[in-house]
């Protein structure tokens, strides 16, 4: 990537990849004007049981085939570096790849529950963060303490395409006509 690319990031297991996560993608892609999305598909989530996850070679398979011929690369980034939490695959990130704009693409369900991540005030202030709506959590994640504590540092809608380039910290709330879909139900 060369610099001065806008890269969204989104992060998960991917267990299994679906439609709902190729549809933020290119939502991502179109609203915030990125060059290409990156799915960081993760060994494991520290907030996860890993009981029934898929084996990461299994998950990476599927992840590239729901995303072939999209402006999408799926990475097997964390596994190899050892890397478990958000933070650390962020920080990684920016060092290797200087002079790329990223943001990190998440869905209102995950917003709600940003304050549980391992340095999340830390995360806020590293890149931007796109919020897209979910069914039955956008309230949530628009009252929940990332929310309230980032509040000033809100892009508004109308002002989003700026997003990935904007210096953290910085969010903003996309609302997307939302899917029930979701990695658990389809398991």
Same mark, same amino acid.
């Given at each position: 990537?060369?610099?001065?690319?806008?890269?969204?990031?989104?992060?998960?297991?991917?267990?299994?990849?679906?439609?709902?996560?190729?549809?933020?993608? +290119?939502?991502?892609?179109?609203?915030?004007?990125? +060059?290409?999305?990156?799915?960081?598909?993760?060994?494991?989530?520290?907030?996860?049981?890993?009981?029934? $996850?898929?084996?990461?070679?299994?998950?990476?398979?599927?992840?590239?085939?729901?995303?072939?011929?999209?402006?999408?690369?799926?990475?097997?980034?964390?596994?190899?570096?050892?890397? !478990?939490?958000?933070?650390?695959?962020?920080?990684?990130?920016?060092?290797?790849?200087?002079? !790329?704009?990223? !943001?990190?693409?998440?869905?209102?369900?995950?917003?709600?529950?940003?304050?549980?991540?391992? %340095?999340?005030?830390?995360?806020?202030? $590293?890149?931007?963060?796109?919020?897209? %709506?979910?069914?039955?959590?956008?309230?949530?994640?628009?009252?929940?303490?990332?929310?309230?504590?980032?509040?000033?540092?809100?892009?508004? =809608?109308?002002?989003?395409?700026? $997003?990935?380039?904007?210096?953290?910290?910085?969010?903003?709330?996309?609302?997307?006509? =939302?899917?029930?879909?979701?990695?658990?139900? $389809?398991?």
């Amino acid at each position: 990537m060369t610099a001065g690319a806008r890269i969204g990031l989104l992060g998960g297991s991917f267990n299994p990849a679906h439609q709902g996560h190729l549809y933020i993608s +290119d939502a991502g892609l179109k609203r915030l004007r990125l +060059d290409q999305v990156w799915w960081l598909v993760s060994p494991g989530n520290p907030l996860k049981q890993k009981g029934d $996850l898929l084996p990461l070679g299994q998950r990476l398979e599927g992840a590239r085939k729901i995303t072939k011929g999209k402006k999408i690369k799926v990475l097997d980034f964390e596994g190899p570096l050892g890397l !478990v939490y958000t933070i650390d695959t962020l920080k990684a990130l920016k060092g290797a790849r200087g002079g !790329v704009y990223f !943001v990190w693409l998440m869905g209102a369900d995950c917003f709600a529950e940003l304050h549980k991540w391992k %340095s999340w005030d830390e995360i806020m202030n $590293l890149v931007p963060i796109a919020v897209f %709506s979910r069914p039955g959590y956008s309230a949530r994640a628009l009252a929940g303490e990332a929310a309230g504590k980032y509040a000033e540092f809100r892009h508004q =809608e109308n002002k989003i395409k700026t $997003l990935a380039v904007t210096d953290p910290p910085c969010w903003g709330y996309i609302e997307i006509a =939302e899917q029930d879909i979701s990695s658990t139900k $389809l398991r």
